[in-house]
């Protein structure tokens, strides 16, 4: 199993006060979890009371009409992103030790993201 370098219900509690003004410009639904202890294939779900062990944390944001972002965040330290902006896809891979640096990355790319 890989270090847990982040404590994503941390990181999700931190972001959740974004949460508000990312709303008034992008459509966000809910964050999604994975469990680290599912069997394969692990269920993508929107309940964390469904997850014993969080491995990751997901967002997804999309501003109309086509212009996408997609971070899953792995507690091991590092985020796959994904963003579709004006028909040209960014993939990018932070790398982070801890959840202050999960919460900037996070927090950078969306910020980038909507402007």
Do not use: K
């Not at 997901?58 to 091991?76: H, K, N």
């Amino acid at each position: 199993m890989v270090e847990n370098l982040v404590d994503l219900d941390e990181l999700v509690a931190r972001l959740s006060g974004l949460v508000r003004d990312w709303r008034r410009v992008a459509r966000f639904e809910a964050f999604t979890w994975r469990d680290a202890l599912a069997g394969w294939p692990q269920p993508i779900v929107t309940d964390r009371a469904e997850v014993q062990v969080p491995e990751s944390v997901g967002i997804r944001l999309c501003v109309e009409p086509d212009d996408e972002a997609e971070i899953v965040v792995w507690a091991g330290g590092w985020a796959d992103i994904g963003l579709l902006v004006d028909g040209e896809v960014v993939d990018l891979c932070p790398e982070f030790r801890d959840v202050d640096g999960a919460y900037a990355a996070v927090a950078r790319t969306v910020e980038d993201f909507l402007a």
